[in-house]
C-alpha cells in the first residue's frame, strides 16, 4: 500500500492540544498592574519560572503574560521527550564544555528528578514514564559511533550498548543495527498536559496569569521595567523573558535564534496484535543517529508519535501559521515510518502537525540579561527544552537575585553562542548545512569540507 493513503484521515491539528482536559483561557490583561517579578511567556519556560519564583519566596508578587494560551506553541506540540540533557546530548555538551561536562550532567539529573519530583508533588497528571531513550543506528557506519559514545558515556550515567539483535529484542524493526539506551536519563510525557498542570500549580500558589495578553514593548520605568500589551501596561520590579522561538522584546538577541519548523505525525492507536509485532515493551523513547533524525515513542493510548527528519527555515526568519502545515514533509514522514515498521502496514495516521523550535548556533540554551540585570531572558532550546526549560528558569531567577551559584558559574551559563549572520547569507548557509548533512547520511557519515569547516568555528544546523 502507498504509505500516503494512510494520511487520508490525518486531521491538520496537533494531538496534544485536543484532549478533553485542556483548561479553559483565562482573560487577557486589561488596564495597568503591578508586581514584582513579570514573565513573559506561558509555555514552559515561563511557567517552570513562575512557579519556581513562587516556589523560592511565596510572598513574591508574580504576573504570567502569554500572547495565545498556555501551552499553545512548542510547549503542546512536540514529541514529550523530557532529557535530561542540558546540552542537546552528550556528544555536543563534551564537543563545547567538556571541562564541565560532569557538573552538567549532575545538574541535568537533578534537574529531571526535580521535574518528576513537581510532577509529582503538584498532582500532575502528565502520562510520566521513566522509560529511558535509544538511540539506534540505521546505517553501519553509526553503530561504530555509537559504540564509540557508549566508551564516552558510561562515566556519566546508565547507558548500555545493544548490538542488533539485542536492540530488535528491545523493539523489532528490520533497520536496527544497533542502539544506545540512556536507561534513567529520559522520561516520556503528554507534553501539553505538563503545560497545563503547570499553569494550574502556578495558580495555586498565587502567580496571576493572563493570556491573549501579548508582550508589545519593554522599557525602563522608574526603578523598574514597563512593558506594554494591547489593553494595558505591566510595571514590574523585574522581568523574565520566556518567548523562545518569537522575536524577543531584547532587540539585541534577534541575531542569536532562528525558528526551524518540526513536523510530526500520529497513528491511530495499536491494537494487541500490532503491539506484539513490534515489542516494544519498555515503551523508550526512539530517536536514530543520522544527521537528519526521526524522534519517535509510544503514547499512554499505545498511538505511535512519529516526527522528525525535516527542519525547515524560512528566509527572513518568519514564524507564521502557514508554515505549520506541510503536506510534502508527512509524506516523507509516512514512507519513512512503514520502512521503519513495515509489520505496521494497513495502520493509519489520525493527526498531522508542525511548529516551530528556536535553534541557535551550539543547539542548546544560552542565558542573558538587560536593563542593567531587572531583565533576564533564556532561548536557543533547539527541541530540547521540554526537561531543559526547568533548569533555565532556574538560571533566569538566579541571574535577577544577582548572586553567584554554581549553574551561573558555568561558562555555558556566561557565554552567548555566536550569532547568525544576516540574510541572505544565514538562508544560504542554513541551506548549504542541510544539504551537506543530508549528503554525509548518504555517504556513510563522511563530512565534507563545508561541514568541516562549520565543525572547527562552531556553528552548524540541527533539528
Known amino acids: 500500500m502507498d504509505p500516503v493513503h494512510a494520511l487520508r484521515d490525518a486531521k491538520p491539528t496537533p494531538f496534544w492540544l485536543e484532549d478533553p482536559g485542556r483548561p479553559d483561557a483565562n482573560s487577557a490583561l486589561t488596564g495597568d498592574v503591578r508586581c514584582d517579578l513579570l514573565v513573559v ?37 512536540n514529541g514529550g521527550f523530557c532529557a535530561a540533557s542540558l546540552t542537546h546530548g552528550l556528544g555536543n555538551g563534551l564537543e563545547r564544555w567538556p571541562d564541565e561536562m560532569a557538573a552538567l550532567e549532575q ?35 553509526q553503530v561504530e559511533e555509537l559504540a564509540e559514545l557508549h566508551e564516552l558515556a558510561r562515566q556519566y550515567g546508565d547507558y548500555e550498548f545493544l548490538d542488533a539483535d539485542a536492540v530488535r529484542a528491545q523493539v523489532a524493526s528490520p533497520t536496527y543495527l544497533g542502539a544506545l539506551w540512556d536507561k534513567d536519563g529520559v522520561a516520556m510525557l503528554h507534553p501539553a498536559k505538563l503545560a497545563w498542570g ?6 495555586r500558589l498565587g502567580v496571576r496569569v493572563f493570556e491573549h495578553t501579548k508582550a ?8 523598574g521595567m514597563a512593558v506594554r500589551t494591547p489593553y494595558g501596561r505591566v510595571l514590574a ?34 491494537d494487541a496484535a500490532q503491539l506484539a509485532a513490534i515489542g516494544w515493551q519498555g515503551r523508550q523513547g526512539i530517536g536514530d543517529s543520522a544527521n537528519q533524525f526521526h524522534y519517535y515513542r509510544l503514547s499512554a493510548d499505545n498511538r505511535i508519535l512519529w516526527g522528525g527528519y525535516d527542519a ?8 507564521r501559521a502557514e508554515y505549520d502545515q506541510r503536506p510534502q514533509t508527512y509524506q516523507t514522514l509516512a ?24 535553534t541557535c548556533t551550539r543547539f542548546s540554551a544560552f542565558f542573558d540579561t538587560a536593563y542593567r540585570g531587572k531583565v533576564a531572558l533564556a532561548a536557543g532550546y533547539t527541541g530540547l527544552g521540554v526537561g531543559a526549560t526547568r533548569f ?72
Open 312 to 319: 525547515v527555515y524560512h528566509y527572513g526568519a518568519k514564524v
Open 41 to 77: 511567556g506561558g509555555g514552559y519556560s515561563g511557567l517552570w519560572t513562575a512557579l519556581i519564583a513562587k516556589e523560592r519566596d511565596p510572598g513574591r508578587d508574580v504576573v504570567l503574560i502569554e500572547a495565545e494560551r498556555a501551552g499553545w506553541a512548542a510547549s503542546g506540540r
Open 392 to 463: 533555565g528558569a532556574e538560571v533566569m531567577l538566579d541571574l535577577l537575585a544577582g548572586q553567584p551559584t554554581e549553574r551561573t558559574a558555568l561558562e555555558m551559563v556566561r557565554r552567548k553562542p555566536l550569532p547568525f549572520p544576516p540574510e541572505p547569507v544565514r538562508w544560504a548557509g542554513i541551506g548549504l548545512t542541510k544539504w551537506s548533512l543530508d549528503r554525509a547520511d548518504r555517504n556513510a557519515g563522511r563530512r565534507n569540507l563545508w561541514l568541516k569547516t562549520m565543525d572547527r568555528l562552531g556553528l552548524g544546523f540541527d533539528s
Open 216 to 223: 508589545l514593548d519593554i522599557a525602563e520605568s522608574g526603578p
Open 198 to 203: 503547570l499553569k494550574r500549580a502556578c495558580e
Open 335 to 358: 514512507r519513512h515510518f512503514f520502512q521503519t515498521f513495515p509489520q505496521l502496514e494497513g495502520l493509519r495516521f489520525t493527526h498531522a502537525w508542525g511548529g516551530a523550535i528556536d
Open 107 to 141: 545538574l541535568g539529573a537533578r534537574n529531571l528528578q526535580a521535574i518528576e519530583d513537581a510532577v509529582t508533588g503538584h498532582g500532575i497528571d502528565c502520562d510520566w514514564e521513566r522509560t529511558g531513550e535509544l538511540d539506534v543506528a540505521t546505517e553501519p557506519h
Open 237 to 270: 520590579r523585574q522581568v523574565a523573558l520566556g518567548t523562545n522561538v518569537f522575536p524577543s522584546l531584547v532587540k539585541r538577541i534577534r541575531p542569536y535564534t532562528v525558528p526551524v519548523y518540526d513536523y510530526a505525525l500520529m497513528t491511530e492507536p495499536l
